[in-house]
């Protein structure tokens, strides 16, 4: 049985994962390793029956460890991934530090599971979670037809930058509430500046903001070129057109994306239904409401909590034969990362 090190234990996607390899029964060697910040030693968090103490990142913290599952960051990753490498781990990643390293696969496990096996590193890369849910929608159709081009908004939840983001909507939820319906009606930019916003750049209670991560001189974002890039490399298609716009709105959990696929040929719904309907993972939750037909939708509230990625509004588009516009939601927390990271750790385990 292998022996398991959680790197980021404390935080949000650190909770599923404790939660995960409880749930899913993944075969841990006696008690896991929790990892975390200085802050955070010495807390004692569950694990089954019982509780297991946070110890602040070591490299002997990692003695002995054959799973390490790294969710604390980028530069925790890039400094300590290696060193539990070298002290013989197999390091399983959510941050973005090595997803676009050549010698690091990016995995979805019901993509391109075949792709872990080549890791010289050591290192196996976790998609960003909103690339995560979109490619277990889009891979069954590329395969289906020859996908050519992508273009995607998303609507990712505020749970999607930590603990701290979730704790910022619903603080930010609670005050405006009380500054009452007037102000939000009359006086928005009043109500927008009343609130504090340290992890996203303006309120996001009662918003929405065109701004997901860091800008960068292209005027894109980071989570955009995440997007762009990931998609290519995990579906292995490094001349993909991708058009990416990344949006954050007031939800806890689960991401949302509304996308354009286009494809080498003419599409049509109702195949493409059959194809979503027998694809790993996902659930196909579609229908207008109109005649026998139950109104049926995914939203992200509905998500949270579960693993599988939901779309719906399948139609064909209407001004190009050779697309389909569709909309996948998924938990980022869950299939957008811990769930996902499980999964591959099983996935290793199993060879
Ligand atoms: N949230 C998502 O939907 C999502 C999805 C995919 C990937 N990810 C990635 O997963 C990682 C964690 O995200 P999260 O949402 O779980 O963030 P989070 O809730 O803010 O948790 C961050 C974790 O990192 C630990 N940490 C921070 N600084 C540290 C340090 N100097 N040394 C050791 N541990 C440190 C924190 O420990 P303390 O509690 O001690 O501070 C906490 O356990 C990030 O790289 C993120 O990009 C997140």
Partial sequence: MPKVAIVGATGAVGTEMRRQLDLRGFPVDGEPVYLASERSAGTRLPWKDGEVE????????????????????????????????????VVIDNSSAWRMDDQVPLVVSEVNPEAITDRPKGIVANPNCTTMVLMVAVKPLHDAFGLTEVVASSYQAAGGAGMSGITELLDQAAKLVDVGEETLRAHGAQAEGSVDAQVFSKALAFNVL????????????????????????????????????????????????????????????????????????????????????PLAYPTPLGSAGRDEVFVGRVREDLGDDHSLNLWVVGDNLLKGAALNAVQLAELVAAE
């Fill in 210 to 293: 065109a701004h997901c991560g860091s800008f960068t001189e292209e005027r894109y974002t980071d989570e955009e070129w995440k997007l762009l890039n990931e998609s290519r490399k995990i579906l292995a298609l490094p001349s993909l057109r991708v058009s990416p716009t990344c949006v954050r709105v007031p939800v806890v959990v689960g991401h949302a994306i509304a996308t354009r696929l286009t494809f080498a040929g003419p599409v049509a719904r109702d195949v493409a239904i059959e194809v979503l309907q027998d694809a790993p993972g996902l659930v196909v939750e579609d229908g207008t409401g109109q005649g026998d037909e």
């Fill in 54 to 89: 946070v110890r602040p990142i070591s490299a002997a913290a990692f003695e002995g460890v054959d799973v390490a599952l790294f969710s604390a960051g980028g530069g925790r990753s890039r400094e300590w991934a290696p060193v539990a490498v070298d002290a013989g781990a």
